[in-house]
C-alpha cells in the first residue's frame, strides 16, 4: 500500500473518530460554556490557527486534513454544516483531552500512558523517517556494516531417518540405518533409497537450499553439525538423534556472500532510517532525563 493511500485512510479514520465524540458530550460541554464559539473582534486568529480552546490552538491544516477525510469517505463535497460539524467535533475532543489531563487520567490510565508514549515516539522518529540518506552516506553505512547485510549460506540435504519408538529398539534401528548406508553406491542419490526404506519424519526435510538456522529446525543440533562437514555428494554414517538416527547427503551448497549495494538498496536505506530513528529516540530520551529530576531506590526489590 502506498504512502499516499495510507495517509488517505489515516485521515479517514482520524475524521471518523473526531465524529464519533457523542453528541452528548458536545451538548453538556456547550451547556457549561466549554465550547468557544467565532471568534469575536478581540478575539482574532492567526491564519494557521482555525480555533483557540482554553489558549490551545487548533490548527487550520490539522481541520482541512480532517474535511478532506470525510469527503474521501464519502465522496462528495461537504458543505457549510458538515465543516462546522468537523470543527465542533475537534473543540470536543479538544476539551475532553484538557478535562482529562486536569483529572490526571494520563498518570493513572496505563491505556493513555501507553498511547501518549507511542505518540512521543512517533514525533520523535518521523523526522527522521522523513530523511533520506545521500548517496555517501548510504555508501559509508552499507561499507561500515557488510556484515550485517551477508547472507548467510544455505545447504540442500537429503535425509533417510529410522525413528527410535523405544530403547529396546535402539540397536536394531542403528543397525538398520548402517545397512542402508552400505547399499549406497558411489554418485547414488540417497533420495532413490528413500521409498524403500527408512520412516516417515513429522517434518519432512524441504528439498531445497535451507540456510543453517532452518535446517536446526529441521534436523536438530547433532544433524546439522554432521551435515556441515559432509563433502558434497557425501553421505554420513548414521546420527543419532533424540529420535531416531539420520543418514544424511549433501546434494548442495551456496556460500554466504555480501550482495552488491545496488542489488539491496532499498534494504540498507531501510536499515539506515532504522538505526537513524533510534539513535534520534535515545539521544532525546537521554536529554529529557538529563533534565529531569529523578530519584532511584537504592535497592530494587
Known amino acids: 500500500m502506498?504512502?499516499?493511500?495510507?495517509g488517505g485512510m489515516a485521515d479517514r479514520r482520524r475524521?471518523?473518530?473526531?465524529?464519533a465524540v457523542g453528541a452528548v458530550a458536545g451538548l453538556v460541554m456547550a451547556a457549561r460554556g466549554l465550547i468557544s464559539?467565532?471568534?469575536?473582534?478581540?478575539?482574532a486568529l492567526p491564519e494557521r490557527v482555525i480555533a483557540r480552546v482554553n489558549g490551545s490552538e487548533i490548527l487550520t491544516d490539522d481541520y482541512l486534513r480532517l474535511?478532506?477525510?470525510l469527503e474521501r469517505d464519502t465522496r462528495e463535497a461537504a458543505d457549510e454544516k458538515s465543516r462546522r460539524h468537523v470543527l465542533d467535533r475537534m473543540?470536543?475532543?479538544e476539551v475532553l483531552v484538557q478535562r482529562g489531563l486536569e483529572l490526571g487520567l494520563a498518570e493513572s490510565d496505563r491505556r493513555i500512558r501507553a498511547n501518549v508514549t507511542a505518540a512521543m515516539i512517533r514525533s520523535i522518529l518521523v523526522e527522521v523517517e522523513d530523511r533520506k540518506p545521500t548517496a555517501s552516506e548510504l555508501r559509508d553505512f552499507y561499507e561500515e556494516h557488510r556484515d550485517f547485510f551477508t547472507q548467510p549460506g544455505r545447504m540442500?540435504?537429503?535425509q533417510l531417518f529410522f525413528r527410535v519408538p523405544s530403547s529396546s529398539e535402539q540397536q536394531a534401528a542403528a543397525e538398520r540405518a548402517k545397512g542402508v548406508r552400505d547399499l549406497v553406491e558411489p554418485g547414488q542419490a540417497l533420495a532413490e533409497l528413500r521409498g524403500d526404506y527408512g520412516?516417515?519424519?513429522v517434518s519432512p526435510l524441504p528439498d531445497v537450499l535451507l540456510p543453517a538456522t532452518k535446517l536446526r529446525e529441521y534436523l536438530g543440533p547433532t544433524a546439522l553439525r554432521a551435515a556441515f562437514e559432509l563433502e558434497l555428494g557425501e553421505v554420513s554414517q548414521p546420527i543419532r538423534s533424540g529420535t531416531g538416527y539420520h543418514l544424511l547427503q549433501l546434494v548442495e551448497r551456496e556460500l554466504s556472500r555480501t550482495p552488491d549495494l545496488p542489488e539491496i538498496e532499498e534494504q540498507v536505506r531501510i536499515e539506515w532510517v532504522r538505526r537513524a530513528g533510534d539513535r534520534a529516540l535515545r539521544e532525546?530520551?537521554?536529554?529529557?532525563r538529563d533534565q529531569a529530576e529523578i530519584v532511584v531506590a537504592p535497592q530494587l526489590p
Open 37 to 43: 464559539t467565532d471568534a469575536g473582534p478581540g478575539d
Open 156 to 158: 540442500r540435504v537429503h
Open 2 to 6: 502506498g504512502p499516499e493511500r495510507q
Open 199 to 201: 520412516d516417515s519424519e
Open 91 to 93: 473543540i470536543d475532543e
Open 67 to 69: 474535511v478532506a477525510g
Open 284 to 288: 532525546y530520551l537521554d536529554e529529557l
Open 15 to 19: 475524521a471518523v473518530a473526531v465524529l
